[in-house]
């Protein structure tokens, strides 16, 4: 059964075009195709980076923040109480007043203190101004990185200058050394960011 459904995933109909076939693909004569299995690469390149960019903000990015004045903001915090935590965790942030009016009777608190209770605990929650100015450092010394990296690889290619070369022997194009590397390492990139997005700024 796992041979079935593995020869239906890699279905040529479904990844080529028409009459090309994955024998078609294999390395000869010098030329290096682009395989699926590249992809098994990017893992340990995708952790890789996390500890890159870990190593970049912590002592690149944070001296940089605090040399031009950013510093991290610090909250109020907010008193515990299991029972308005629980509410905050699975039911809302932002109550309304008929919940807040119930939440005041089962805690024995004020309305008013429920409501300042919550109000700094979502103040908490509130990514600094420091860990935005860290991820977004990061992010563009990447791709500043990227942009410079992928000028050098094509400056010299023919299909740099007229984009038409781009489609000279499709589909059967082999690929360059300088590509491999590029694709690999913008995946593990975006891996990585994968692998943060709980832990980044939250953005619309």
Same mark, same amino acid.
Request: glycine share 4%.
């Given at each position: ?91 809302? !942030?932002?109550?309304? $007043?008929?919940?807040?009016?119930? &939440?005041? #009777?089962?805690?024995?608190? +004020?309305? %008013?203190? /429920?409501?300042?209770?919550?109000? !700094?605990?979502?103040? $908490?929650?509130?990514?600094?101004? &420091?860990? #935005?100015?860290?991820?977004? +450092?990061? %992010?563009? /010394? ?63």
């Amino acid at each position: 059964m796992f041979d079935t459904l593995y020869e239906w995933f890699w279905w040529e109909r479904i990844w080529l075009p028409v009459n090309l076939t994955w024998a078609d693909l294999e390395d000869r004569e010098g030329r290096v195709y682009a395989k699926a299995s590249h992809l098994y690469v990017t893992v340990p390149y995708s952790f890789a980076f996390l500890l890159i960019r870990y190593l970049f903000e912590r002592w690149i990015a944070t001296p940089i923040a605090v040399s031009v004045g950013i510093k991290q903001r610090v909250h109020l915090k907010a008193g515990d109480n299991p029972i308005l935590e629980h509410y905050y965790i699975t039911q809302c !942030r932002n109550p309304a $007043q008929k919940d807040i009016d119930g &939440l005041s #009777k089962k805690s024995s608190l +004020s309305v %008013r203190q /429920v409501e300042r209770w919550f109000r !700094r605990r979502r103040s $908490q929650d509130l990514p600094g101004v &420091l860990k #935005k100015f860290r991820e977004a +450092s990061w %992010r563009f /010394v990447f791709y500043l990185l990227a942009f410079i990296g992928g000028i050098v690889a094509l400056y010299d290619k023919e299909w740099f200058h007229d984009t038409r070369e781009v489609w000279t022997g499709f589909p059967n194009q082999s690929m360059l050394e300088s590509q491999y590397w590029y694709y690999i390492l913008e995946i593990s990139f975006y891996g990585s960011l994968l692998l943060s997005v709980a832990f980044d700024v939250k953005r619309k």
